[in-house]
């Protein structure tokens, strides 16, 4: 067998083994995000599926979840973004795979390595729920395979770069960052020029992809559609966070968080310090792909500081370049043994994650779409503005926007001959309880675990 089959056979069985493991342990947690992501595929708003901040995910999940259907599948929008999901973590691990070969790696080691980075929490969870990021992770280690291999002496053309990098930020609009790394290998590699015909590309490429997603959104507001979350109330940019050395140790603690789950991860320090000594080793092409790691790192870093430094979502994108690092250091074989202590630490959360049991919101939104009909308002907080229309499939009366108008909402919908339900949840709860006596309370189901139901 050839080198290039070998390696293919590697691929495959890694793509076959990870999906497999991923599919198997679909979340039934269903994140607000998800469902956000979820809703306007179900419900066939393709507009509002296109969002400034991870232009191409609603699209492509659309698509997928269109192509389930073609297939005689009709699963939930959100699981079939799960499934996509699945799919694209194994891609990507193929993807890391690729990398470490090109940069000189055995068979084993590299296979050792996907292994850690595909059983790191972070990449686990979210390659088996429904979110963006591990679309976003894919495109990144796509575009530094191609850096990679331009690292490696292949013919990689700066052009080339410029349009994977354009394509990778409609991962996610944060993927700008990636300028760094990215420059700084074409310009390791290639004339002053290559760097002008890189960023060429990039600035062209991300402007017709945004041209068009625009001329096809038409938002009202054009610089919240692109900002999204990050749009404060007075029009600016909310930047949550201050920079600090304390918020820089939060951003490192979680992305522990993102490797490996309590109580294990003070181990990961005992592995990241002996790293240190290993990667100060390095020369040449490997030298060069740890600074391009390292700056992947940075850019990243400088964005997520500021912002929501404890959110583990965000480190998905920084996997790839933490075990590319540890990679360098360690030899196959500590490779091998992280790889298993990774599945039994993280091993038990996917178990969890994975029993519809643990998500009890789950259970109440089946018991109320079980006991009123289509049309029907239901009160609730928080999480409960999705689960409400997506799992009880009823209009949810979001309280925690009605503090100041929740009589005259109430009294405009009874008006109209509309039924109000609010939940046990609702009516014990210390704040909205003696608010709701001024209305004639009705107990119209129960589940028999104080999960009543009030009309």
Not at 321 to 348: D, K, R, T
């Amino acid at each position: 067998m050839t080198e290039r089959r070998r390696d293919a056979a590697c691929v495959a069985g890694l793509y076959a083994a990870s999906a497999v493991l991923y599919l198997s342990f679909q979340s039934k947690v269903y994140v607000f995000e998800g469902l956000a992501r979820a809703l306007p595929i179900e419900l066939g708003h393709w507009r509002t599926a296109v969002h400034g901040n991870y232009l191409a995910y609603g699209l492509l999940g659309g698509a997928f979840h269109r192509l389930l259907q073609a297939c005689g599948l009709s699963p939930l929008a959100v699981v079939s973004l799960q499934t996509l999901d699945a799919f694209l973590g194994a891609a990507g691990l193929c993807v890391f795979y690729a990398i470490q070969r090109v940069l000189g790696a055995g068979r084993p080691a590299a296979l050792a390595w996907a292994a850690v980075l595909g059983l790191t929490q972070g990449y686990w969870m979210w390659s088996s729920e429904a979110e963006n990021y591990i679309f976003s992770a894919l495109l990144l280690q796509c575009l530094f395979l191609a850096l990679s291999a331009r690292l490696a002496g292949r013919r990689v053309p700066a052009a080339l770069i410029g349009v994977l990098h354009a394509l990778a930020v409609t991962g996610h609009l944060v993927n700008v960052v990636f300028v760094l790394p990215a420059a700084f290998v074409v310009a390791r590699t290639g004339a002053r020029r290559d760097v002008a015909i890189y960023a060429g590309a990039w600035l062209a490429g991300v402007a017709a992809l945004y041209g068009a997603a625009l001329a096809f959104v038409r938002p009202p507001n054009p610089l919240v559609w692109f900002i999204g979350s990050a749009m404060s109330s007075s029009g600016g940019v909310n930047v949550r966070d201050t920079w600090s050395w304390g918020n820089l140790l939060v951003w490192l603690g979680t992305t522990g968080k993102a490797v490996v789950a309590d109580p294990w991860r003070p181990a990961l320090l005992v592995v990241a310090v002996g790293a240190v000594a290993g990667l100060r080793r390095l020369r040449g092409v490997r030298r060069d792909a740890a600074l391009a790691a390292g700056l992947w790192l940075a850019g990243y870093a400088v964005v997520f500081t500021r912002w929501e430094p404890y959110t583990m979502v965000y480190r998905v994108t920084d996997l790839a370049p933490v075990v590319l690092l540890l990679s360098f250091a360690w030899p196959a074989s500590a490779g091998a043994v992280l790889a298993v202590l990774l599945a039994l630490a993280n091993g038990p959360g996917a178990i969890f994650r994975a029993d519809a049991a643990n998500n009890p919101r789950l259970a109440r939104m089946e018991f109320i779409r079980a006991s009123t009909q289509e049309g029907d308002w239901v009160a609730g907080e928080g999480g409960d503005e999705l689960y409400i229309p997506y799992f009880a499939q009823r209009r949810p009366l979001l309280l925690g926007r009605r503090r100041e108008d929740l009589e005259p909402a109430v009294t405009g919908l009874l008006a109209a001959g509309q039924r109000v339900y609010l939940p046990a949840t609702v009516v014990s709860d210390p704040y909205w309880g003696p608010r709701l006596k001024a209305w004639r309370l009705e107990k119209t189901a129960s589940d028999g675990k104080g999960g009543d139901l009030y009309r």
